[in-house]
């Protein structure tokens, strides 16, 4: 079974920066060449510059060597490079100097989660909730790995008896919840509160995730975004229509996703697999041919399938785009709804899938 780890969240910045501020544990900052230095890797890292983002967090490290925010940032680019051993040691070490945060307990168990190393990874994220009983990521990671595990069991029961029917039903099912609900491991920014919110570009405007200095602790991103208060005024002005090349973009992206999801209906892998771009984020960090051989072998089986979007909403940046919808998705006795999240990039006048995600 090619396992899947697309559903574990990793954390972008620990949750209790500004509880370790308030203890004195980060009061000597040399705040400017920090906040400088670590604002550079932040948007060098989105960019997916990560050699020169890694060299913005070294000089960063190199002012302040124990600096929490700074070496989990080295954490995060080490993973995004695939090095995951360095990153390892890198939260490991910062679970040992700052024990009150969860955050690097939480990657830690992706790392290990996807190194098939379930029990360590189970380990990391009862030490995170137990730091941070309120740490949903960390509550929900720890479902996907008892799931993984069930998977485990399950798969052995197999190999010892074939014809349990009973194993079998129960395995396709969590396999396909899996499937259904794939997503790439979604950085999120962080929160005074322990909660985290997968940090994507949303349809409406709403602040970026950012490295922030220490200095300027930012508002909860977990909390919902609620609409401003409604202001009466006696005569209104009409909202500027939309120029037209955005609105073009928009259709453009829209197409896109409902010719996505029409292709997987239908049951054309060729299209289906098209729909993705060549940098797309796998599940877990497998191959590209991994997996796009277990994609096709789900979508050959021989249960139709039907998936429909509903409430898409698309926001478009240049060459970049995000869409949100509910995908309700049907195969055989599976039924299944999740909200979506999906990042695109125009390649060659096209709009293909180089993220998606079970939105929250």
């Given amino acids: 079974m090619a396992e899947k780890y697309n559903t574990m969240r990793l954390s972008r910045l620990p949750v209790s920066l500004a509880a370790a501020l308030c203890a004195g544990l980060l009061a000597t900052l ?25 060299e913005k967090t070294e000089q960063a490290l190199a002012a ?49 989660a996807q190194q098939r190393q379930f029990e360590k990874a189970k380990n990391a994220l009862e030490m995170a909730i137990r730091t941070h ?5 960390a509550h929900e ?25 009973s194993a079998q039903s129960k395995l396709a099912m969590i396999r396909d919840i899996m499937s259904t609900s794939a997503r790439p491991a979604a950085v999120a920014s962080r929160t005074t509160s322990g909660k ?21 602790p930012e508002p909860s991103a977990a909390a919902k975004v609620e609409p401003a208060p409604s202001v009466q005024a006696p005569e209104p002005k009409a909202a500027a229509p939309e120029p037209k090349a955005a609105a073009s973009g928009k259709q453009d ?14 049951k054309d892998v060729k299209a289906y697999l098209a729909a993705y771009a060549k940098d797309f984020q796998t599940p877990g960090g497998e191959a590209r041919d991994t997996w796009e051989a277990e994609r096709a072998r789900r979508i050959n089986r021989p249960d139709p399938i039907q998936v429909g979007v509903e409430n898409l909403q698309v926001a478009v940046e240049g060459e970049r785009a995000t869409a949100k919808f509910r995908q309700h998705y049907r195969s055989g006795k599976l039924k299944t709804s999740a909200s979506k999240a999906m990042v695109l990039v125009r390649r060659d006048g096209k709009w293909l899938i180089q993220e998606e995600r079970v939105a929250n």
């Fill in 30 to 54: 040399p705040l400017p060449v920090l906040a400088d230095n670590l604002q550079d890797a932040s948007r060098l890292m989105k960019q997916g510059q990560f050699g020169p983002a890694l």
């Fill in 64 to 112: 302040k060597p124990k600096d929490a925010q700074a070496r989990f940032l080295k954490g995060l680019i080490l993973t995004e490079m695939g090095k995951q051993a360095e990153a390892i040691v890198v939260f490991t070490k910062l679970t040992e100097d700052y024990p009150e945060l969860p955050e690097p307990y939480n990657n830690l168990a992706v790392l290990y």
């Fill in 133 to 137: 009983p309120s740490y949903a990521t």
């Fill in 141 to 165: 990671n720890l479902g996907d790995i008892y799931a993984r595990m069930a998977s485990q069991a399950y798969d052995k029961a197999l190999q010892l008896d074939s014809s349990n029917a």
């Fill in 196 to 216: 985290v919110q997968a940090a994507t570009p949303a349809p409406a405007p709403a602040a970026k995730a950012e490295v922030t200095p220490v200095s300027r």
């Fill in 253 to 266: 992206v829209e197409k896109a996703v409902r010719d996505w999801a029409a292709a997987w209906s239908k």
